[in-house]
């Protein structure tokens, strides 16, 4: 299985604050990387695909990026709806793998 | 508006097999490619396997001689079978739409399966 490597594992930032996450594949993956945001009792939400294409009705404050095998997620402009566990998923091969989350908290 | 839900037993005894339906509203299951994700404290989010609107599958190899997939058109709906649980197969399980590359669209609400005597 590729091995998503994803950090920091917490993070706090208070309202207007710039954060980035970061995702590391084991392998090469291509940009075959997504983002999903989980707040508390509710679902994952497709945030990112491809990398860095933002999915449909999602902030303009998001975008994500690629270097070879990292990633990364930054929130321009932290918002009060922000403060969510964030989670990367490769999808170059089966079984997609999903990094452990960071859980982004109001410092 | 494409809504999914997950239903089935929320508690299952050690070495019985787990079922779940997953019903999907607001698109032909015939649309996209549908997957089983499971997320536990321990080991986070794991994929199960998938279905793809081609009828292959994918399953984790982790998993795949215990995992059964099937699909049911006339209902919009398809299933999972895992077999041989034991409470490290404790967890939320959730189904989700996905696009054939394999990111995920819409997921269920999800529903908790305790494996427990």
């Known amino acids: 299985d590729i091995q998503v490597t994803q950090s920091p594992s917490t993070l706090s930032a208070s309202v207007g604050d710039r954060v980035s996450i970061t995702c590391r594949a084991s392998q090469t993956i291509g940009s075959w990387l997504a983002w999903y945001q989980q707040k508390p009792g509710k679902v994952p939400q497709l945030l990112i695909y491809?990398?860095?294409t933002l999915y449909s009705e999602v902030p303009s404050r998001f975008s994500a990026s690629r270097s070879g095998t990292e990633f990364t997620l930054t929130i321009s402009s932290l918002q009060p709806d922000d403060f969510a566990t964030y989670y990367c998923q490769q999808y170059h091969n089966y079984p997609w793998t999903f990094g452990q989350g960071t859980k982004l908290d109001i410092k | 508006q494409v809504q999914l839900q997950e239903s089935g037993p929320g508690l299952v005894k050690p070495s019985e097999t787990l079922s779940l339906i997953c019903n999907v509203s607001?698109?032909?299951?015939?649309?996209?490619?549908w997957t089983w994700i499971r997320q536990s404290p321990g080991k986070g989010l794991e994929s199960i396997a998938c279905?793809?609107?081609?009828?292959?599958?994918d399953y984790n190899p982790t998993l795949n001689s215990r995992v059964t997939l099937s699909i049911d058109s006339s209902k919009n709906q398809f299933s999972l079978k895992l077999s041989s649980v034991t409470t490290a197969d404790t967890a939320v399980y959730y189904c989700?739409?996905?696009?054939?590359?394999?990111?995920?669209?819409?997921w269920g609400q999800g529903t908790l399966v305790t494996v427990s005597s």
């Open positions: 989700a739409s996905q696009v054939p590359t394999g990111y995920l669209l819409q």
């Open positions: 279905l793809y609107n081609s009828g292959g599958t």
């Open positions: 607001g698109v032909s299951i015939n649309t996209y490619s």
């Open positions: 491809k990398a860095s």
